[in-house]
């Protein structure tokens, strides 16, 4: 157990549709990451955030938002969903932004669009 | 932008054979990590390595950094149907050194 949860575990929904990743991170950690995961895309970062305030993007898609809330917990927003974006959402925390120190992944959200 | 690109994609063997995975960045790196992450599970930290030419071994595992801090590779000697899953390797990359994933290299091993 890394220490991160989020929440759903699954989420199956129509396309067009929106909905909300949720991410805890370990305790005291600063830093949230949130990458994709599609078969043939690999891990592909989004989005990261650093105590509340957005730190870098990745290929996040305009339609894809996210946010850190004070208590550092982040949701990570995909709307108009569309078929591609069907894949495995994680978020990862670490403590801060410095380049040495490993990321701790949660477990991740499986998004299914039909 | 900054690539990782690792080699092979896809490598099956049988238990006890040995197996590795090579990753190459197409700029410096200050550091590389590896994760391994079982099928349908999240990717879990293995090691970090930060210094030119740096190996480390952990039980069965080496792994390696380039002189040059472009490359890496990872060894796991007499393969076992534990190791199976998907072997990345990361850098930080940019000005806030979120991580660049490798391509990653599956592993099946065959009892």
């Known amino acids: 157990d890394s220490g991160v949860t989020q929440t759903p575990k699954h989420l199956i929904t129509a396309t067009g549709q929106r909905v909300t990743l949720r991410c805890s991170p370990r305790?005291?950690?600063?830093?949230v990451y949130w990458y994709q995961q599609s078969l043939d895309q690999g891990l592909q970062f989004l989005i990261q955030y650093y105590n509340g305030e957005e730190r870098a993007k990745g290929n996040i898609l305009e339609r894809f938002s996210a946010q850190q809330f004070p208590d550092l917990h982040s949701e990570l927003n995909l709307s108009s969903l569309e078929l591609g974006d069907s894949a495995l959402y994680f978020c990862?925390?670490?403590?801060?932004?410095?380049?040495?120190?490993?990321?701790?992944f949660g477990p991740g959200t499986r998004l299914t669009v039909l | 932008g900054q690539q990782v690109m690792q080699i092979p994609q896809y490598q099956h063997v049988q238990e006890g054979e040995d197996f590795t995975t090579y990753c190459n960045s197409s700029?410096?790196?200050?550091?590389i990590q590896w994760y391994k992450q079982r099928p349908g599970g999240h990717p879990v930290f293995l090691i970090q390595?930060?210094?030119?030419?740096e190996v480390k071994k952990q039980k069965r595992l080496t792994f390696q950094f380039g002189e040059a801090k472009k490359n890496s590779s990872l060894h796991i000697t007499a393969t076992q149907t534990t190791d199976v899953g998907t072997y990345f390797c990361?850098?930080?990359?940019?000005?806030?050194?979120?991580?660049?994933f490798g391509t990653g290299t599956l592993l099946a091993v065959q009892p």
């Open positions: 990361a850098g930080p990359g940019g000005a806030t050194n979120k991580l660049i």
């Open positions: 990862a925390s670490r403590p801060g932004t410095a380049s040495v120190g490993t990321q701790y």
């Open positions: 700029t410096t790196l200050s550091n």
């Open positions: 305790s005291g950690d600063l830093s």
């Open positions: 390595l930060v210094k030119s030419g």
